[in-house]
């Protein structure tokens, strides 16, 4: 069985779907910790609840040392994949070198569209019809590793920015476990891309 660990920063709402997939068997992998690079982050507690393990990640004290704490506990508990799940820091080119192929990341938008921070907001902002969400590998850039998957979402007459957003997290929350399913099963979905 796969064993993964979910990486974020604020509410951990990607990380409770993910979650709740491997609890009711639908994602057929093993959840061997939840960590944070913030001792305050909703997520560590509500995976806490879930009954996961968890771990702050010591990036107070710089990237070199956030990094090597958690390639010490993915050496540990051999985890085959890393999943970014609202992670708001950028791996060193090293860390992704190391794990080339084996972090996977969720983008409120339809990359190569709205890259960066605030997509739901930029797409909001440039007045578009269409946004969505997109799974993809992590490479050395700010969300330009290979596409796995990818949602549209309307944006509908009489949106406020909050109902597009919920609309995407709703998106997210389907997709992530999804895609993570086929991607464990072995699946190369960067071939479905070319």
Known sequence: MTTFAVLLS??????RAIASAV???????QLSFVASDRADALGLRAAERMGF???????????AAGEKALAALCTERRIEW????????????AFVDAYRNRIVNIHPALLPSFPGTDGIGDAWRRGVKVTGVTVHLV????????ILAQKAVPVKPGDEREDL????????????????????SGRDLTARRR
């Open 10 to 15: 604020g509410r951990g709402t990607n990380m």
């Open 23 to 29: 609890r009711s068997g639908r994602l057929r992998a």
């Open 53 to 63: 393990e968890t771990a702050v990640l010591p990036y107070d004290a710089g990237r």
């Open 82 to 93: 890393i999943v970014l799940a609202g992670f708001m820091r950028l791996l060193s080119p």
């Open 139 to 146: 490479d050395e850039g700010v969300d330009t590793g290979p």
């Open 165 to 184: 957003e919920r609309r995407i997290h709703r998106a997210e929350h389907f997709l992530y476990w999804r895609t993570l399913s086929e991607l464990f």
